[in-house]
């Protein structure tokens, strides 16, 4: 009889977990994916066999291609708040190893620059993956960039410092710090990394804001930035009120004086 009372109470409790677990499903697939913050020009994902446009505010999934074209350029975000930017004629897989979470990207070729949230000083440890090198994340700011088709990797560091070790056989690994940056080779040892000048970085640092706004400015709702446009060469009264400014006409020359002795 104590049997028979005990059971219900029991059954109970493992429904209501059963339940939590299966509500809690979609949501641990929505963290694992990338939302886009921000899409200019040619970006899709390759998924069902073609590609497919993405726009301010899709998903990207694990194991999926984001592919840009000339003009293209996107700003993703994962559930820590790590983002990551895909330049023009880039394609990269957004975690091909679902189960690791440290997967974070598979550059194929192109450029990428990741930033990397530490919350609460806790590590947050990410890997990059390129043709040849695998670069371990233990800091916040770094650009990858997969130059052409042997896989040459060129990686740089903005902020905190990263761990690049080559895919070649016995190959040892590289700390960068900031300002530091190493290009790898195919089936080659590591390359001397090298440190960029405060006036290179000042330079690349100048040259990367203004595309940055030149992009945003195209993807507003106000469309590319325009030319201004000139001022005409019309009289003082259709002038008055335009907020350019006219030229007044050159003055007469004066006239040539008399011959002597006139």
């Known amino acids: 009889m104590l049997w028979r009372m005990t059971l219900p109470g029991m059954v109970r409790p493992l429904l209501v977990a059963a339940a939590v677990v299966v509500s809690l499903a979609p949501l641990q697939a929505q963290d694992t994916?990338?939302?886009?913050?921000?899409?200019?020009?040619?970006?899709?994902?390759?998924?069902?066999?073609?590609?497919?446009?993405?726009?301010?505010?899709?998903?990207?999934?694990?194991?999926?291609?984001?592919?840009?074209?000339?003009?293209?350029?996107?700003?993703?975000?994962?559930?820590?708040?790590?983002?990551?930017?895909?330049?023009?004629?880039?394609?990269?897989?957004?975690?091909?190893?679902?189960?690791?979470?440290k997967d974070l990207l598979d550059l194929v070729i192109g450029r990428v620059k990741v930033y990397i949230q530490h919350l609460n000083g806790v590590p947050n440890p990410n890997n990059v993956n390129s043709p040849t090198a695998v670069i371990s994340v233990r800091g916040t700011v770094f650009e990858v960039v997969v130059e052409d088709e042997d896989g040459t990797t060129f990686v740089s560091v903005d902020e905190?410092?990263?761990?690049?070790?080559?895919?070649?056989?016995?190959?040892?690994?590289?700390?960068?710090?900031?300002?530091?940056?190493?290009?790898?080779?195919?089936?080659?040892?590591?390359?001397?990394?090298?440190?960029?000048?405060?006036?290179?970085?000042?330079?690349?640092?100048?040259?990367?804001?203004?595309?940055?706004?030149?992009?945003?400015?195209?993807?507003?709702?106000?469309?590319?930035?325009?030319?201004?446009?000139?001022?005409?060469?019309?009289?003082?009264q259709g002038d008055k009120g335009k907020g350019g400014t006219t030229t007044a006409p050159a003055p007469p020359s004066a006239p040539p004086p008399p011959p002597p002795g006139g």
């Open 160 to 236: 905190g410092m990263v761990a690049v070790r080559s895919k070649a056989p016995a190959s040892g690994e590289v700390l960068l710090r900031e300002a530091e940056s190493i290009r790898v080779f195919k089936n080659q040892p590591l390359a001397q990394k090298m440190d960029k000048s405060p006036i290179v970085r000042g330079v690349l640092g100048a040259i990367q804001d203004a595309a940055r706004v030149i992009l945003q400015r195209q993807g507003g709702a106000g469309g590319p930035v325009g030319t201004p446009t000139s001022t005409g060469t019309g009289g003082a």
């Open 33 to 101: 994916a990338a939302k886009a913050l921000v899409i200019n020009g040619n970006v899709s994902v390759l998924r069902d066999g073609g590609p497919w446009a993405l726009f301010e505010g899709n998903t990207v999934r694990p194991k999926q291609i984001i592919k840009t074209g000339a003009d293209g350029y996107a700003r993703f975000q994962v559930s820590d708040g790590s983002s990551f930017e895909v330049f023009s004629n880039s394609q990269v897989i957004f975690r091909d190893n679902p189960p690791s979470w």
